[in-house]
């Protein structure tokens, strides 16, 4: 399998371009803020033809690119629908100063094409499979998008904004809940195998056994782990992104 990606934008939402070989169709996850040039250069690179936007979820660090790169190529956008209303409204995501600050007199619109995700669903595009999570906590519709283990490869887990190197995405946003997040966090990322690779929203790649060991936001959720929730550790003290 082939995975390029590239931080993208003022606030360096991951972007990932995933095929099963050079020359091959590809899907684009999360073409976020100024991600289209990204995008392009790796199309051309690898011989890639896209197929679909994959939208882990609808905050516009994660989307701003979404509605240009699917007109461009005349593919769908698929997308949770609990978060479906930010592709059009991306405030709505924000609190009124954030949207204020980062937004100013933007508008977006939805691609001509947008279909919507449900938990446990199995797309298969581009000769790849990849399981759809519903995972509320940082967002209502939030979701992961993970491919099987093969002989020569581990599972791989699209983990937006739920799971980062050593951290989790905010909670604090409209939409945002503790109780979802220890949720999700619980059924999604630690009913994973230890050698499934995390490709964040934000940051570096990690595993889940890396951050079942010493992520303080899964450690107390893992069985034996000391009591408590996720916003009882020191909350989203690494973040990244909104």
């Known amino acids: 399998m082939l995975v390029a990606g590239f931080p993208a934008g003022s606030l360096a939402a ?14 684009i996850v999360d073409p976020g803020q100024d991600a289209g040039g990204g995008i392009e250069e790796i199309l051309r690179e690898h011989r890639l033809k896209p197929v679909a936007v994959l939208i882990t979820h609808g905050h516009f660090d994660h989307v701003m690119s979404v509605a240009p790169v699917c007109g461009a190529r ?7 629908p609990d978060d479906r209303a930010l592709l059009s409204d991306p405030g709505r995501g924000l609190s009124l100063a954030a949207a204020q600050q980062l937004l100013g007199g ?13 938990d446990g669903t199995t797309l298969e595009l581009a000769g790849l499979t990849l399981t759809v999570d519903h995972a509320p906590g940082h967002s209502p519709g939030s979701v992961t998008f993970r491919t ?15 799971l980062f190197a050593g951290s989790i995405g905010r909670t604090d946003l409209p939409g945002g809940s503790d109780e979802e997040m220890t ?3 619980r059924r999604v990322c630690l009913a994973r195998p230890d050698d499934t690779a995390v490709l964040p929203g934000h940051g570096v790649q990690t595993t889940i056994g890396r951050e079942r060991a010493t992520n303080p936001y899964l450690t107390r959720l893992a ?3 000391a009591p408590g929730s996720p916003g009882e550790a020191p909350l989203n003290a690494p973040t990244k992104g909104i």
């Open 14 to 27: 991951n972007c990932y371009v995933v095929a099963p070989a050079a020359g091959e169709e590809c899907v």
């Open 183 to 185: 949720e999700s966090l």
């Open 106 to 118: 933007l508008e977006m619109s939805e691609p001509d094409d947008v279909r919507e995700l449900t």
């Open 223 to 225: 069985p034996g782990g």
């Open 148 to 162: 099987p283990a093969t002989a020569e490869i581990p599972e791989v887990m699209f983990s937006g904004d739920l």
């Open 74 to 80: 005349d593919v769908p956008a698929y997308i949770h």
